[in-house]
C-alpha cells in the first residue's frame, strides 16, 4: 500500500475518515470513494493521520477530518460469498477531463477513476470483484489473492450523456471501418495507364 497515494486523494478532496474495525483490529481510511486497510500501522486518531498523510500544519485547518465505526453496509471482509470477479478491461476513457474504466457488472456497464488503485501500485497484480451493498447497490472490492486491499465505490457520471457520446463513437468508428475496407479492397489490383489493363 503506498501511503503518499492515499494521501493525494485525501488532499485533493481535503478530507479523509478513519474506520475503527474493532473486530479485526485494523483501521481502514477513506477519501469518501475509496476505502484503503491500514495493515501493520499503528493507530491512528483525528491529530496524528494528518501527520502521516504529511499534511502541511499551516494546511490542516482546511481539513476534515473523523474516525467512526465501519459501515455496516459494506463487506469489509476477505470473502463474500456472492461475490463475482470481473473481466479485465483494456479501454479507458476520458469524460469531462475525469478518466473513467468501464466494468462490466451483472447490473451493466459501471465506472471508475483508475487514480484509486494507484496505492495499490506496489502490489503483484490484483483482481477486482464486484459485491452488492445491503441495499442491493454495487460496488468494488479489489483483492491480491484471498485478502481485501481495496473497497471502491462506482461512478456513473451524466448516464444519458455518457452513453449518448459513446454510441456516436461507436457509430463513426463503423464508419472509419467501412472506409478502411474500401481502401483495402482498392488496393488489391491497379489499372495500367497506358492499356487500362487491371494488373492484380
Known amino acids: 500500500m503506498i501511503i503518499k497515494k492515499i494521501a493525494a486523494l485525501c488532499k485533493s478532496v481535503k478530507g479523509v475518515t478513519l474506520f475503527d474495525d474493532e473486530e479485526n483490529g485494523i483501521q481502514w481510511i477513506t477519501d469518501g470513494y475509496a476505502v484503503y486497510p491500514l495493515y501493520d500501522m499503528p493507530r491512528m486518531d483525528e491529530k496524528t493521520i494528518l501527520a502521516v498523510l504529511d499534511v502541511p500544519g499551516d494546511k490542516r485547518g482546511e481539513f476534515r ?53 494507484e496505492p495499490l501500485n506496489d502490489l503483484d497484480g490484483f483482481e477486482i470483484y464486484e459485491r452488492k451493498d445491503k441495499d442491493g447497490k454495487i460496488y468494488f472490492a479489489i ?19 455518457l452513453a449518448g457520446r459513446l454510441r456516436r463513437l461507436a457509430d463513426e468508428l463503423e464508419t472509419t471501418l467501412h472506409y478502411q475496407t474500401a481502401a483495402e479492397d482498392a488496393e488489391q489490383f491497379h489499372v495500367d495507364a497506358d492499356t487500362g489493363e487491371v494488373i492484380t
Open 65 to 117: 477530518v473523523r474516525s467512526t465505526k465501519l459501515p455496516t453496509n459494506l463487506n469489509f471482509n476477505d470473502d463474500d460469498d456472492n461475490e463475482r470477479m470481473l473481466p479485465e478491461m483494456d479501454i479507458g476513457i476520458v469524460f469531462r477531463n475525469m478518466k473513467i474504466i468501464p466494468a462490466r457488472t451483472s447490473r451493466g456497464l459501471w465506472f471508475f477513476n483508475p487514480k484509486y488503485l
Open 143 to 161: 483483492k491480491t489473492g484471498f485478502m481485501l486491499q481495496a473497497i471502491i465505490m462506482p461512478k456513473l457520471p451524466e448516464p444519458e450523456v
